[in-house]
C-alpha cells in the first residue's frame, strides 16, 4: 500500500542521514476509503489521497511563499498499526528503503513535482536554501 506523508523539508533530510523517521499518519487507500469512494478507479483515489498530503504539507511551512513537500512510501500491512478513514498509522519508525519517491507541492497547492528516489539527495540542497 502506497501512503503518503506530508512532510518538512528538514525532515526529508535527517530521514535521509538517519534512514528511519517517526512519522505521523500517512495518507493511504483503506478499506474505508476505498468503500467510500467505490466510484474512482485506484489512480483517481491515490490523487485524492496525494491532495489532501498535499495540504496539509503546505499548512506545515514556515514560510508560504516556498514550496510543500510530501513523501510516497511503500508500507505493508504488518507494519500497519491503525486503519483510519484514509490514513494508516505505522507500528514503528519507517524507513528510508520504503520511500518511492517524493512530491514537491507548489506554494499555491495545484500542481506536483515528481521527484524519484535517486533525484532525492540531489535536489535536497536547493530545497534547503529555498
Known amino acids: 500500500m502506497r501512503g503518503y506523508l506530508p512532510v ?8 535521509l542521514e538517519s534512514q528511519a523517521m517517526e512519522c505521523g499518519p500517512l495518507y493511504a487507500p483503506t478499506i474505508k476509503f476505498l468503500t ?6 485506484e489512480e483517481e483515489g491515490e490523487f485524492i489521497l496525494s491532495m489532501l498530503a498535499a495540504d496539509e504539507a503546505l499548512e506545515m511551512r514556515t514560510n508560504p511563499a516556498k514550496p510543500g513537500f510530501i513523501l510516497a512510501l511503500e508500507v505493508s500491512d504488518p507494519e500497519i498499526a491503525e486503519h483510519g478513514e484514509n490514513f494508516v498509522i505505522l507500528k514503528d519508525v519507517a524507513k528510508w528503503e520504503s520511500v518511492q519517491c517524493a512530491f514537491l507541492v507548489s506554494s499555491d497547492g495545484e500542481e506536483l513535482t515528481w521527484f524519484a528516489t535517486q533525484e532525492i539527495k540531489p535536489a535536497l540542497q536547493e530545497w534547503l536554501q529555498d
Open 8 to 15: 518538512k523539508v528538514e525532515e526529508i533530510a535527517t530521514f
Open 36 to 41: 467510500a469512494n467505490s466510484e474512482m478507479d
